[in-house]
């Protein structure tokens, strides 16, 4: 784990090791959440086009995504996604084909400690958030088992 929030890195498809450890000893339902945000990966414009919608539509409300224009006509894509659960703000950023990930622990709507991830762990706190929230609610759960069937 790294504190500075500036950092990016070239993504790569991985073998989703990241996601089996952090993974380990969890429900079933968290491993195919997790299975299903890492679904597209290889292609990093199309895996945060997605997982964007996704989260808009799983956790309604806790999501803020940003999108910036690319070019002067042309598509508005994806800049960053926002996604609050609880005491933490899971932050991932993307600009062309690299992302960032960065947690930062919020008290009071103010960022006492920020750490930038790799993306396996992002999307690991993001699985269970996504999890979580499922449990407390049964509109989210039933976008949960979307998320997890479709996807």
């Known amino acids: 784990m790294n504190s500075e929030e500036g950092e990016s890195t070239e993504i790569e498809p991985a073998s989703g090791a990241g996601l089996a450890q952090a993974g380990a000893g969890s429900d079933?339902?968290?491993?195919?959440?997790?299975?299903?945000?890492?679904?597209?990966?290889?292609?990093?414009?199309?895996?945060?086009?997605?997982?964007?919608?996704?989260?808009?539509?799983?956790?309604?409300?806790?999501?803020?995504?940003?999108?910036?224009?690319?070019?002067?006509?042309?598509?508005?894509?994806?800049?960053?996604?926002?996604?609050?659960?609880?005491?933490?703000?899971?932050?991932?950023?993307r600009d062309g084909g690299r992302v960032s990930a960065v947690r930062s622990r919020v008290s009071g709507g103010i960022a006492i400690k920020t750490d930038t991830l790799e993306l396996d762990d992002w999307l690991a706190l993001l699985a269970q958030a996504v999890a979580a929230q499922a449990r407390s609610s049964e509109r989210t759960r039933q976008a949960l088992e979307r998320l997890v069937l479709e996807g």
């Not at 959440?33 to 414009?45: N, T, Y």
């Not at 409300?61 to 224009?69: A, D, N, P, Q, T």
């Not at 002067?72 to 894509?77: E, K, T, V």
């Open 28 to 93: 079933p339902d968290l491993d195919l959440v997790a299975a299903a945000l890492r679904a597209d990966l290889s292609d990093i414009a199309a895996f945060v086009e997605g997982l964007a919608t996704r989260l808009d539509a799983a956790l309604p409300g806790l999501v803020e995504i940003k999108r910036v224009r690319s070019g002067f006509r042309g598509p508005r894509l994806v800049a960053e996604i926002i996604v609050v659960a609880g005491d933490q703000r899971l932050v991932l950023r």
